[in-house]
């Protein structure tokens, strides 16, 4: 179960005993007075997984680029979320709703696992706020340079 849940776990425990029941969404969170939102994924990933939803995981799984494109363009064609993520073992149905979100912003590419953290400085590309940077900084030393000649200059002829 994630950290970030506003239920606590007695709260998921009655909810899904009262979704079992029959009860929807709406009832179950007035009944528990909480959060519909919260109910909402708690219900969305206990159709996924039934009582399971209940075991926390503790490992992040990384799915392959081709079962994400699957379960996009099954998506956009018209099945449900919650349909797909049983069928193919995803762990929320809220994934495939991001991925799709991601493929039409970004194409296939958006579904490639990115590296995580800073880029070395070798792979950093310069940016033009670096170039300007860079003939700022070369104009100032020139510019320090000629003042000192100068002021070497100056302090020559009044000997």
Not at 43 to 55: A, E, I, K, P, Y
Not at 63 to 82: D, I, N
Not at 136 to 153: F, G, P
Request: proline share 4%; aromatic share 6%; net charge positive.
């Amino acid at each position: 179960m994630p950290e970030l849940s506003s239920l606590t776990p007695e709260q998921r425990e009655q909810a899904i005993t009262l979704f079992e029941q029959g009860h929807g969404q709406r009832a179950v969170a007035y009944r528990l007075g909480v959060r519909y939102q919260a109910v909402r994924n708690l219900h969305g990933r206990w159709r996924v997984h039934g009582r399971l939803t209940l075991v926390p995981s503790n490992t992040k799984r990384v799915y392959p680029v081709e079962l994400k494109l699957e379960a996009v363009t099954r998506h956009a064609a018209g099945e449900a979320s919650t349909d797909l993520a049983v069928e193919l073992g995803i762990s929320t149905p809220r994934l495939i709703q991001r991925w799709s979100e991601l493929y039409r912003t970004g194409g296939v590419k958006a579904l490639e696992p990115r590296k995580r953290g800073r880029r070395a400085s070798s792979e950093q590309q310069p940016t033009d706020q670096t170039e300007y940077l860079r003939q700022e900084n070369e104009r100032l030393r020139a510019e320090v340079a000629y003042l000192k000649k100068l002021r070497a200059l100056r302090h020559q002829g009044h000997r």
